[in-house]
């Protein structure tokens, strides 16, 4: 995955092979993630697992800016997904004043919006004025104090024909690829089929066009939060505390610095 990815590129691994994102908040992390990764997000997530809040609500345009703009600087390569925060596109005029700044202020390559059929329109608008967008349906972060929780979608058959109904909504509304989040496994594949561009499932099983994952969460590293969808690919937490206290017994037992370490 040497070279950068293109909507073009994009939209082509439908139906071919999956596609591989996964979220950073910084470029030391993008530059890590880079090498195996399709599409790096900037995610809302890192109101939670970055600044310690308990949902991404009062995530800013302008915390999203500056953690794009230092995921670009890291991960130069890469086809960086800015994710637009809560309240920042809750019209047309709003939505296309916020995504032009993520294209002027940084280097990302499309926005992400939480948005179904209800928000094609804005989509429409966007996509229709240069800006490229990947749409976010199902479980919606964003709305977790409206809907009173984190709700898994798609376990009745009106909620699968609404999420078939968002999925095509937001492709006819121009969106080059969608995320899904939290539906049903059984009926994820037969949405993701639905239309012709790319749904990158998290939470969504295995019949998507590819999957992203938080990177905290799959390195093992944000203990808060320890969902069933989330693999761990290293228990990056005990990894980083053991390393830490073989650092302070160092410094206490005065095993470090040494000669080597020693101007
Ligand atoms: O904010 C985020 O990291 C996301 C992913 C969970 C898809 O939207």
Redo the contacts with the bound molecule.
């Keep these: 995955m040497n070279k950068k990815m293109t909507i073009s590129s994009i939209k082509k691994t439908k139906g071919v092979r999956s596609l591989v994102?996964i979220?950073a908040y910084d470029a030391l992390f993008a530059k890590l993630l880079e090498p195996n990764s399709d599409m790096i997000?900037?995610?809302?997530?890192?109101?939670m697992s970055f600044a310690g809040k308990s949902d991404?609500l009062s995530a800013t345009m302008d915390q999203m800016i500056y953690h794009t703009n230092a995921v670009c600087m890291g991960a130069k390569n890469s086809f960086v997904v800015c994710?637009m925060p809560f309240g920042t596109f809750i019209n047309k005029e709003e939505a296309l004043k916020n995504s032009i700044r993520v294209f002027q202020e940084t280097q990302a390559d499309c926005v992400?919006i939480?948005a179904g059929e209800d928000k094609a329109e804005i989509v429409k608008y966007l996509t229709s004025n240069g800006i490229a967008v990947c749409g976010?349906i199902g479980l919606l972060?964003q709305s977790v104090r409206s809907q009173g929780g984190y709700k898994v979608k798609g376990k009745t058959e009106q909620e699968k024909l609404q999420l078939i109904r968002d999925a095509k909504a937001i492709e006819a509304a121009g969106a080059f690829c969608m995320?899904m989040?939290g539906v049903k496994a059984e009926i994820a594949g037969e949405i993701a089929s639905s239309v012709t561009i790319p749904v990158?499932g998290?939470g969504a099983g295995a019949d998507v066009d590819g999957q992203?994952?938080?990177f905290s969460d799959m390195l093992g590293l944000f203990e808060e939060f320890n969902p069933k969808f989330v693999k761990k690919y290293m228990d990056g937490a005990t990894l980083v505390k053991n390393a830490v206290k073989r650092y302070a017994d160092d410094v206490q037992s005065k095993e470090f610095p040494q000669e080597i370490h020693t101007y």
Excluded: A, Q
């Excluded at 997000?41 to 109101?47: A, H, Q, R």
């Design positions: 994102m979220t997000l900037v995610g809302d997530s890192l109101n991404t994710d992400k939480e976010h972060p995320v989040e990158i998290i992203v994952l938080v």
